[in-house]
């Protein structure tokens, strides 16, 4: 096939049917009840944070819808950190995400099989680059948050710092070895969800966060950082907006 108007828009018609799962029935959900005494506060950003983040970044990562480098916001680190700080600052006090931010470019990435079969390919969204410095700083600061009040499921070993697939191996092992050191038998349940994480559902995440202690003005702007987003489908050389 070589219409690229007609390749993304099968990659954007496939892409729908794995994120449009059915919305999840609020009233199904457990009764609210918090998981903690404790409160996260929303993180100010201040310029050597900003700094720090902007020194980060790769220079060689892809560009997002925006078309702006990160090599170029490495260079110029010192220079924007205060800028950026003071927006950042006011998108936090606004509790709303920009709406020209939630623009994400997807490129479909072929993972095995025949080329031809849309199913086949991975799709990966760039987000702008200017979104990723404010991101990468809240991710910082609700992580850090979940770690030191020990919030996160300790067998958990996905996305986590000091942690890969040999800690769960390790944990694993473990378990069996204690259990056939005491004469018990072992069962293990392997499940493997397709797109897990393309099918989460946004109302059921929220609701988790605020029972882990993320309320007010912070989980305002993460609502608004989830819901309304877009793409601009990439195949080759064309973009198809959607």
Request: aromatic residues 12%; proline residues 6%.
């Amino acid at each position: 096939m070589h219409d690229e108007y007609v390749k993304c828009n099968l990659f954007n018609e496939y892409s729908a049917t794995i994120s449009n799962s059915p919305a999840y029935d609020i009233n199904k959900l457990p009764p609210f009840h918090f998981l903690t005494d404790h409160r996260l506060l929303p993180p100010t950003f201040d310029p050597f944070q900003v700094f720090r983040v902007l020194s980060s970044l790769h220079p060689n990562k892809c560009k997002g819808f925006d078309n702006l480098p990160s090599r170029i916001l490495k260079i110029c680190s010192q220079s924007l950190a205060t800028p950026f700080s003071l927006l950042f600052n006011l998108i936090l006090s606004s509790e709303v995400f920009p709406t020209s931010w939630k623009t994400a470019t997807v490129i479909p990435i072929h993972k095995t099989g025949s080329q031809t079969v849309v199913q086949n390919y991975r799709p990966i969204a760039l987000l702008l680059s200017l979104s990723k410095v404010f991101e990468k700083r809240l991710h910082k600061h609700i992580y850090s948050y979940l770690e030191y009040h020990k919030l996160l499921i300790p067998n958990n070993s996905g996305f986590r710092k000091k942690h890969s697939i040999f800690t769960s191996l390790l944990g694993t092992c473990h378990s069996l070895y204690q259990a056939y050191n005491s004469n018990l038998s072992s069962r293990i349940v392997f499940l493997d969800i397709s797109k897990a994480f393309d099918c989460v559902d946004h109302t059921c995440l929220i609701f988790k966060l605020q029972q882990l202690g993320i309320v007010g003005s912070l989980l305002n702007l993460l609502t608004s950082y989830l819901f309304h987003r877009s793409l601009s489908r990439s195949s080759g050389p064309f973009s198809f907006g959607s």
